[in-house]
């Protein structure tokens, strides 16, 4: 069949557009990020093909893949909004991507353990240090007038920040005294002794076998989590990083600012959790702790272990070794880490804090530096730290925190506020009389009570101090 001139003409084109198509990888990099100067193929339900502004497609993405709450700053009740997709809040998919597992000291699994309950699994040290994996996920901080949010996704999307996979131990940190290493175990051998390393415990209700390690300092917290491989700072004390990310997934499964609220394992009508971790080991008195121990550590490391990679709590009765009854304590558990909060102050690196004094002598300012490259890690400057906000200067339950855009959970407000309105934690703080580097406590410890949780924060010491009622945990966070 013959063609028409103009037919040819239509032919000739599509040869020409043919030979001088490039495929995808031969494409130039499009100019900038923004969204709104670009626009894609689509095909319609009735397949039409069509074009589209990419940037309204974004916030059905954002919709679809991403969960998280918001919160009034205006408002004093500690409840959050869940907001994003609503599937997501009752399917957890970050959430329960989290697992306890088995880390040897090159970063390697060694060994998932049951979801259901870890009690069958060897966890003493012998096949790796006992870690909970946080898997990798993508977060969002925003703030539009007095509204906060918070939202996390398994995917990209634009505007997040990658958090990548971590581990953090357990339990509370132990010292394998051979070669001074901090590990995650449960071991009531010699080896592992706890609190002071107390020998003349053994045997006693005051046993500090099987126990945490406390009164060290931070710098040498740092130092005995990496004895566990030299040459590398994968291996790390607890850090400021790690206790955000625990904080916000808590906050955004629960959708509450108040660790300590009572737990309840039943879900809500929608399908959502609800409650919190109960008091935690946060109610024994203080002069009754120190009669009995001096304040160390008194919680067996494991002690929750039947719960394996869930959340939950678990009542622990201390008697003397003669029987007699001293007290009932609730052991909380958060997706398999034992007591993320209370029985004992948690040291966090890769934070430091400038405290300056008043006017005339200083600026009258605490600014708070942070870190998340621990190869900079540091307990004498801050090289290598970003400025995030300045610290409340006062003592009190926390009415609001730094947040900005990477969702700081130190207080910078600390007035107005109560054990159970906004955040629910205290913050404890002082004003010295020359300009000092602090370092920060989480947490609160078995005599704060109400005070503790989550987002308690303490910038009393300096790097260098050890306390009876000071531990931390071990962190690992491997190379990208």
Not at 149 to 177: D, F, N, T, W
Request: charged share 20%.
């Amino acid at each position: 069949m013959a063609l028409t001139s103009a037919q040819e003409a239509v032919v000739i084109q599509m040869l020409a557009a043919f030979e001088g198509g490039k495929r995808i990888q031969d494409l130039p990099e499009v100019d900038g990020t923004n969204p709104f100067n670009l626009v894609t193929h689509v095909i319609d339900k009735d397949g039409e093909s069509k074009k589209a502004a990419l940037a309204s497609m974004l916030p059905y993405l954002e919709s679809q893949c991403a969960y998280g709450i918001e919160r009034d700053k205006t408002v004093s009740s500690p409840a959050c909004t869940r907001i994003g997709n609503a599937d997501l809040h009752r399917s957890l998919p970050i959430h329960n991507r989290m697992k306890g597992c088995l880390l040897n000291d090159d970063g390697e699994v060694v060994e998932y353990l049951p979801p259901e309950s870890w009690l069958g699994s060897t966890r003493d040290g012998s096949r790796g240090q006992v870690m909970v994996e946080i898997p990798d996920h993508y977060r969002k901080f925003e703030t539009s007038g007095n509204k906060q949010r918070v939202k996390i996704s398994e995917h990209p999307l634009p505007g997040y920040h990658h958090v990548p996979k971590m581990y953090i131990s357990a339990y509370e940190a132990a010292l394998q005294r051979t070669g001074n290493k901090l590990s995650s175990v449960v071991n009531d051998s010699a080896d592992f002794r706890g609190c002071g390393n107390q020998s003349a415990w053994d045997g006693t209700c005051r046993s500090a076998l099987g126990r945490p390690v406390t009164g060290i300092s931070r710098t040498n917290f740092r130092a005995y989590a990496r004895n566990r491989k030299a040459g590398s700072t994968e291996w790390n004390c607890m850090t400021y990083e790690a206790q955000k990310t625990l904080y916000w997934l808590f906050v955004i499964e629960y959708a509450t600012l108040n660790s300590q609220a009572a737990y309840n394992p039943q879900l809500t009508s929608e399908g959502y959790r609800q409650g919190g971790l109960g008091d935690g080991v946060t109610t024994w008195d203080w002069n009754s702790w120190s009669i009995f121990n001096g304040n160390y550590p008194f919680i067996p490391c494991g002690y929750t272990d039947h719960h394996g990679n869930k959340s939950g709590i678990v009542d622990y009765y201390l008697y003397t070794e003669n029987g007699d009854y001293i007290d009932t304590f609730t052991v909380p558990r958060y997706r398999g880490i034992e007591n993320p909060f209370g029985h004992i102050w948690k040291w966090t690196d890769g934070i430091n804090i400038r405290i300056s004094p008043n006017a005339p002598t200083g600026d009258g300012l605490s600014k708070v530096f942070v870190c998340d490259d621990p190869e900079k890690f540091t307990d004498s400057n801050y090289n290598g730290y970003s400025h995030v906000g300045n610290e409340a200067r006062n003592e009190g339950y926390v009415k609001e925190i730094i947040f900005g855009e990477y969702g700081e959970i130190m207080p910078s407000v600390s007035s107005g506020a109560g054990s159970t309105t906004y955040f629910c934690d205290y913050h404890y703080t002082n004003i010295p009389s020359a300009e000092t580097l602090r370092g920060v406590l989480f947490g609160g410890d078995a005599a704060d009570g109400a005070a503790a949780g989550f987002a308690c924060a303490n910038t009393y010491n300096a790097p260098s101090d050890t306390n009876a009622s000071v531990g931390s945990r071990l962190c690992f966070f491997p190379k990208a």
